[in-house]
Nanobody
Framework: QVDLVESGGGSVQAGGSLRLSCVGS???????????TGWFRQVPGKEREGVAV????????EVTDSAKGRFTISQDLAKTTVSLQMNNLKAEDTAMYYC?????????????????????WGQGIQVTVSS
């Protein structure tokens, strides 16, 4: 069992910044293995898309093209909190943002931005950017 709790969403004007945090907890499979954890977003009527992911062991990240240079994903030393720093926000960044994780991944795994490979999800948090 894995639980993910997101925080930090809200409303901001275009050009502003927000920082999202995802705190994870779970059983031994979660605590003692490598994980891929990421942030995804969805707007009504569209498919959920990957924004950024990070590997808990290697720290290697992947960021979607539309967010490169603006968004940074990071994790704390305990590897239980994954944050998404979002700068220079645009109206098109408005969406429900979700944290998700996949456990028992290999150290050399390159984490994917595809939502379908992530089995554990948080409840989501709204981000609204006004122009």
């Amino acid at each position: 069992q894995v639980d993910l709790v997101e925080s930090g969403g809200g409303s901001v004007q275009a050009g502003g910044s927000l920082r999202l945090s995802c705190v994870g907890s779970g059983d031994s499979s979660y605590r003692y293995g490598y994980r891929c954890t990421g942030w995804f977003r969805q707007v009504p009527g569209k498919e959920r898309e990957g924004v950024a992911v990070i590997h808990s062991g290697s720290g290697i990240t992947e960021v979607t093209d539309s967010a490169k240079g603006r968004f940074t994903i990071s994790q704390d030393l305990a590897k239980t909190t994954v944050s998404l720093q979002m700068n220079n926000l645009k109206a098109e960044d408005t969406a429900m943002y979700y944290c998700a994780t996949a456990i028992r991944v290999l150290y050399g795994t390159r984490c994917s931005l595809q939502p379908r490979v992530f089995p554990f999800w948080g409840q989501g948090i709204q981000v609204t950017v006004s122009s």
